[in-house]
């Protein structure tokens, strides 16, 4: 009798053996995933606010260090300019997901693509987060010699997403908005030089008209707004809130002007201060014409890209 041979007998593979296989040497394409997913959740919670954290913050670093004379060398030039980028993405970071945490409902409604309302995060994960990026935020800033300036913003973070800080256009944008932009302006000139009285002046100056005209926000965000309780002036005023604003917003260069906001003795400051003027007068007319929700975003990009031209004037023309 002819005795065939049994094939050996194979055992099946199993989830673990599948993800040994895919992880490779040391778990490297593991390693590699993870980072993937922090920098797409990252750019989740924070890609519409660089404008008014890391565009701004960086020019006024800069700005900071052409007023120092000497000129100091490249090698500090990029020391410091790369602390500043690195700090203000992680500034931007830690209130985006204390805000986005305590907004989840009205997010639905006016960004329903954000990390938590999407369910890319779970609200353990984002809270996680926000503990870590806030402790490296103060240790950046205490290593840096700019750590009041980072305790303000974390305060303020605390106030308008958990006590209620955000429930009236007083505070939400008068407040927050003003003191917010001092505390990007005050660590982004402080990580490269002492900031002098006329300085001050020039902070100042912009915070304040920054919180006044910033209810432009709150445009597109009606209906998440009463969703959550908020009282801002878009809700309060109804129609006649356009007009009130626009009329503000055109108002303030001569404001900026008999102050003296700008302060450079350059000749084509004028150019400088002639174009932002232009750029006021079209907010105006778009917080008057605009009429959807994506109109109204774009607004306040504009707003934005108008701080941002305010801060590349003492950057330009030190």
Known sequence: MVQTQQPAAQHPTTKTDDDEAAAGILGVSFLSDAILNELLVFWGFTWRDFSMSVIPGSMYTLAALRSLSPTPPAAVFLTTLTRSILYFLIFIYAFDLANQINGVAEDRINKPDRPLSSGLVTLKGAYVRWYLTTGLLLGMAYAWGIPQWAAMWVVLTVYTSWCGGDKHWTTKNLLFMSVGS????????????????????????????????????????????????????????????????????ALAPVAGWKLGFIYSTSELVGVCGAALTMAMFYLAYRVVVGNDKKYHHGTYMVLTYIYCGCVAVPMLFP
């Not at 982004?188 to 432009?216: C, D, E, K, N, Y």
């Not at 709150?218 to 604003?245: C, E, N, Y």
């Open 182 to 249: 001092l505390s990007i302006l005050t660590a982004a000139w402080g990580l490269a030089a002492p900031i002098t009285p006329r300085v001050w002046r020039s902070m100042l100056q912009l915070s304040a008209m920054f919180g006044v005209v910033a209810s432009v926000q709150d445009m597109r965000d009606a209906a998440g707004d009463k969703v959550a309780g908020r009282r801002t002036l878009p809700i309060l005023l109804g129609s006649s809130f356009r007009w009130v604003m626009a009329s503000v917003i």
